[in-house]
């Protein structure tokens, strides 16, 4: 298309007849013609800027290490990528998996159980282990952590939880 622009140019038409010609724009006829007397070409020049360090191929590799381990460090990813020979700063590394949806976060904090805790729940668990099914359905289960379900559910998924009550059950397990 930018070729027949420029024949038609010059055949000696103007921009109105080879824009009704073509059907395109005026401006659109005269950037390709301005572009082909300031550069002599019409294809497309390369861009401006420093080119990207981080390949294709080391960038699915980031995403692949990413999603395999989410709690991957910047730093741990920036020595990956240098057995690979690239090298990036880690800030690089964070800018390049943020524009792929990846955002660094922190976990949830484990409630701290503390010996008397685990031992208080552990007694529990023996005084009441032969208890009727009543019991347990009249036992309301409380924990010390205070939970806000609206933000729970913002931040739900694999990534965000780590096991809450994870002490205590193997405590009650091997009992």
């Not at 699915?60 to 920036?78: A, F, H």
């Not at 379900?149 to 998924?157: E, I, L, R, V």
């Amino acid at each position: 298309m930018r070729t027949e622009v420029i024949e038609i140019y010059q055949s000696g038409k103007g921009y109105k007849a080879i824009s009704k010609a073509l059907g395109l724009q005026r401006t659109t006829v005269r950037a390709i013609i301005h572009k082909w007397q300031k550069h002599g070409t019409v294809v497309n020049l390369p861009r401006s800027g420093q080119p990207t360090k981080i390949t294709p191929r080391a960038q699915r590799r980031l995403i692949r290490e990413v999603t395999k381990d989410p709690r991957t460090t910047s730093k741990e990813l920036q020595a990956s990528l240098a057995s690979i020979k690239v090298s990036v700063h880690d800030s690089t590394i964070r800018k390049r998996l943020g524009k792929n949806g990846l955002h660094g976060r922190f976990p949830r904090r484990k409630p701290l159980l503390s010996k008397k805790n685990i031992r208080a729940r552990l007694n529990f668990a023996k005084k009441h282990l032969n208890d009727c099914q009543d019991f347990w359905e009249n036992t309301l289960w409380t924990d010390e952590s205070k939970l806000n379900y609206n933000n729970f559910a913002k931040m739900s998924g694999p990534k965000f939880l780590q096991s809450a009550v994870k002490d205590s059950l193997q405590v009650i397990a091997n009992a």
